[in-house]
T-cell receptor
Framework: DQQVKQNSPSLSVQEGRISILNCDYT??????FLWYKKYPAEGPTFLISISSIKDKNEDGRFTVFLNKSAKHLSLHIVPSQPGDSAVYFCAASENYGGSQGNLIFGKGTKLSVKP | NAGVTQTPKFRVLKTGQSMTLLCAQDMNHEYMYWYRQDPGMGLRLIHY???????AKGEVPDGYNVSRLKKQNFLLGLESAAPSQTSVYFC???????????FGPGTRLLVL
């Protein structure tokens, strides 16, 4: 059973507009969340993360929001640029009480930003 | 500082052949991982290591073996390749498990 779900395989956005990528999780013990970006023929690169003690983390054009009660997180990209076109993976882990688990990845969402 | 490197970049195998994929990191990370990525499946953990001389099974370990004889290297072996092992393999490393991992560029493997 998937513990981390990205229900939208793809998303198309106009340049300059906001891109919102969504991720849901089922394991309530997850307390650390990450977003990775992946270009074709390259490895995933770390984008931004958030701990469960926060509900928002911002880094330039990228903001991650965490709604623990809904077990939902989202990545906002504002403004979107053509260079943001890539596959975005959501990942989660359970670090509670020092019991550090491995990262569990979602299946990814392919973002296309059109000029 | 090369980060995480993988060798080879691409390989074609026949069913039943064996091969070893090499991963090297120069960040002095304790943790290393091998993932496979298949269309529509995301990244699935094959094996991982929490330090030199240690290995552990991940989500999809069958058909693979690993070794971590040196801290900077993590080897993934296929003893008898099968077409189901056609995939893109990514190695990653990290200082703390469950937190940020740094990925290599990937190895594309085709098993005929």
């Amino acid at each position: 059973d998937q513990q981390v779900k990205q229900n939208s395989p793809s998303l198309s956005v106009q340049e300059g507009r906001i891109s919102i990528l969504n991720c849901d999780y089922t394991n309530s013990m997850f307390d650390y969340f990450l977003w990775y970006k992946k270009y074709p023929a390259e490895g995933p690169t770390f984008l931004i993360s958030i701990s469960s003690i926060k509900d928002k983390n911002e880094d330039g054009r990228f903001t991650v929001f965490l709604n623990k009660s809904a077990k939902h997180l989202s990545l906002h990209i504002v403004p979107s640029q053509p260079g943001d076109s890539a596959v975005y993976f959501c990942a989660a882990s359970e670090n509670y009480g020092g019991s550090q688990g491995n990262l569990i990845f979602g299946k990814g969402t392919k973002l296309s930003v059109k000029p | 500082n090369a980060g995480v490197t993988q060798t080879p970049k691409f390989r074609v195998l026949k069913t039943g052949q064996s091969m070893t994929l090499l991963c090297a990191q120069d960040m002095n990370h304790e943790y290393m991982y091998w993932y496979r990525q298949d269309p529509g499946m995301g990244l699935r953990l094959i094996h991982y290591s929490v330090g030199e001389g240690t290995t552990a099974k991940g989500e999809v370990p069958d058909g693979y073996n690993v070794s971590r004889l040196k801290k900077q290297n993590f080897l993934l072996g296929l003893e008898s390749a099968a077409p189901s092992q056609t995939s893109v393999y990514f190695c990653a490393s990290g200082q703390v498990t469950g937190e940020t991992q740094y990925f290599g560029p990937g190895t594309r493997l085709l098993v005929l």
